[in-house]
């Protein structure tokens, strides 16, 4: 029977659905399988129904929002001219992936399959909705349903599709040549033709078929539409630009202060960076994607591993990726494009396989790209979370044998770190601010494991260049409503540009802040000036006594600019019973409860591991207790916040 063409289309925001896509699209090459990749916005909804067979792969972000690269394929999917009919022709599959700790978990993948299923698409295999939270992670939940899938395809078409794994052609074309040998001439100012530092020609995403494989490309381009609010500048040409992942503006650190105690284990900076001349606009609750370097210490280290010269130029033939220009050298692809520093995914040992010459060598990558050698792989890289380069530095055939050609198939981008803005731009305009953990940590390896984004700030001097853009976070706050603001740790970040940004005659703040000690990590205590005793009638008594006689101080504080602003802590550490955000809620429920019925919005910002259910949990008991609802109820009550954004959350 003739193998049926397979559209594997992905709607991507950080780049995990494009990687998981593109993971696809290479199991059908392997497998001599008709296919072709693109992203959703390039799909015109009227040739959608001339696809017999399509994979959607896209990820959920914000508060349940479609990625960029969705948005124009989304918005033609919900006309009203589309008839029921639309789609009667598609046999399909949808894969999420998600981040349970978020309310609306897989939203996006769950609206599109239904939707399909109304326009009258086949639904050919399970709705996939792979979580970030699950213990064995969401990319092996991604390869068993991928794994599922062709066994699917394979009995809907009577052909059994057994793969070929062999070298595929490298995504991008380069050569890489001594300097002085190119004819692009000074490198180094490293811009493209529009006058736009680090600017790019359009990238067309699609990866590149065998030559024995017939396949349609389709033309990608990225709508200026969908781009980041207010975010334009004009380049040296005149011609409107709009700062963004792929032309980040270049801003200047003017000081990062240390805001925990020198004698507390975790730093966390107050980083301040200047963005005049940008015509950047932000608001409180927006995003700032920062592009961090690599260290010169493992430049070294890689251009050793690779037998490559810092000072060689590296000159596209083809176009580049998004991120990257033209020509470059290679101290700067390995300083600031790629990152040499991330732990290797699948793709890394499915490509370095094939130089492998040592048989023990070989026979171990092979193990790690198979579904039974998981347990191996997540022993040998997740756990100890090794790098490329330590990984290169082990396998010593691989190394000496690998074809440069490949460098950016094996090494990712370095991809944008994101930050709540944590200041507000009606304080400073030329101004931004974001709270920063610095990421240290030990493993089984030897040398301790860093951040790359957060040590890079940490360790950067005065005047140094950041690259960022800014673009709308998931938070919105209403100026006619109470806000309720749980912001535990670096979450109190998006409040804190909230705070600032109200007058003294502002709707009711109210912040639960959560840290480990009074005297270490309340990072803004000078900020928020003790308050006088709060009238007792606002606080309501813990349903268990014990709870109530052991919970310790309670530091309630008001910000001078912001009258109406109330803020509760719970110091987890400063007495014998660990207390956090979620009990200090609880205990809080009668004020909880009268704000909500208010029409008050719940925010929610920090660590997405624990806090977010039991801040969730702590809710529903005030619900119960002060709503009088039932258990059941009070689910739906929150179900319903959520549906309505009353119920916000922003989690890392």
């Not at 005149?238 to 503006?249: H, M, Q």
């Not at 499915?350 to 070989?362: G, N, P, Q, V």
Request: aromatic residues 8%; charged residues 25%; proline residues 7%.
């Amino acid at each position: 029977m003739q193998r049926m063409e397979l559209l594997v289309t992905y709607g991507s925001e950080t780049g995990n659905a494009r990687e998981m896509a593109e993971y696809l699209y290479r199991e059908c090459l392997y497998r001599d399988m008709p296919v072709i990749l693109t992203d959703m916005n390039s799909i015109p909804m009227t040739q959608l129904p001339a696809y017999k067979r399509a994979v959607f792969v896209c990820s959920t972000t914000g508060d349940g929002e479609e990625p960029k690269n969705m948005k124009l394929f989304w918005r033609a999917m919900l006309s009203r001219q589309l008839p029921s009919n639309h789609l009667t022709s598609l046999e399909f599959a949808v894969l999420g992936l998600g981040d349970s700790s978020y309310a609306k978990f897989n939203y996006v993948a769950k609206r599109l399959h239904r939707r399909i299923q109304g326009l009258g698409g086949q639904a050919i295999h399970t709705l996939g909705l792979c979580d970030e939270q699950h213990p064995e992670g969401s990319d092996y939940q991604c390869y068993t349903w991928i794994a599922d899938l062709f066994s699917v395809m394979s009995a809907l078409d009577h052909v059994t599709y057994i793969p070929t794994y062999r070298p595929l052609p490298p995504k991008y074309s380069f050569t890489i040549t001594p300097p002085g040998n190119t004819e692009s001439g000074d490198l180094s100012n490293e811009t493209r033709s529009d006058g736009c530092p680090q600017n790019n020609h359009s990238n067309p995403n699609t990866v590149t078929n065998t030559a024995s494989l017939v396949n349609r490309e389709l033309n990608h381009s990225t709508s200026r539409s969908e781009e980041n609010h207010s975010n334009v500048k004009q380049n040296n040409h005149g011609t409107p630009v709009a700062y963004d992942k792929t032309r980040p503006f270049t801003a200047v650190l003017e000081r990062s202060k240390r805001v925990t105690s020198e004698e507390h284990f975790q730093d966390v900076r107050l980083v301040t960076l200047d963005i005049a001349g940008s015509d950047l606009e932000y608001q409180p609750g927006d995003v700032v994607w920062i592009y961090p370097e690599n260290t010169s210490e493992d430049v070294e280290e890689a251009c050793r591993l690779l037998r490559l010269s810092p000072d060689d130029t590296v000159q596209f033939t083809g176009p580049p990726p998004a991120t990257i220009p033209q020509t470059l050298s290679v101290k700067t692809l390995l300083t600031s494009h790629l990152d040499i520093a991330a732990v290797p995914a699948r793709r890394f040992f499915e490509i370095c396989t094939h130089f492998a010459t040592d048989e023990l060598e070989k026979e171990k990558f092979e193990e790690f790209t198979s579904l039974l050698g998981r347990e191996e792989l997540y022993s040998y890289v997740s756990r100890p979370r090794r790098t490329v380069l330590e990984v290169l530095g082990d396998f010593h055939s691989v190394r000496n044998n690998l074809d440069t050609s490949y460098l950016l198939d094996i090494i990712p981008p370095i991809r944008p770190r994101g930050f709540s803005i944590a200041s507000a731009q009606s304080v400073a305009r030329d101004k931004l601010q974001i709270c920063v953990g610095v990421v240290r940590y030990k493993t089984v390896m030897k040398k301790e494991r860093v951040g790359l984004c957060s040590n890079w700030l940490a360790n950067l001097t005065p005047g140094s260049p950041v690259r960022l853009y800014i673009e709308r976070g998931s938070f919105h706050f209403p100026a006619d409503r109470p806000i309720i603001m749980v912001g535990p740790g670096t979450g109190c970040a998006p409040f804190r540009s909230l705070i600032q940004s109200r007058g003294a005659d502002s709707s009711p703040l109210l912040l639960f802040f959560g840290c480990r000690g009074e005297h270490r990590d309340y990072f803004f205590r000078d900020e928020w000036e003790p308050s006088p005793p709060s009238d007792p009638s606002d606080h309501s008594h813990p349903s268990d006594p014990s709870q109530e006689e052991n919970s310790g101080p309670v530091v309630e504080i008001q910000s001078p600019g912001a009258a109406n602003l109330r803020v509760i802590t719970a110091f987890s550490r400063d007495q014998d019973r660990k207390i956090y955000v979620q009990h200090r809620i609880v205990e809080h429920g009668k004020l909880v409860w009268s704000l909500l019925e208010r029409g008050g919005v719940f925010c929610v910002a920090g660590n997405s591991k624990n806090m977010p259910f039991q801040v969730k949990d702590a809710l529903a008991k005030v619900a119960c207790t002060h709503g009088k609802l039932s258990a059941d109820e009070s689910s739906k009550y929150i179900d319903l916040l959520v549906k309505n954004r009353l119920y916000q959350t922003e989690t890392w």
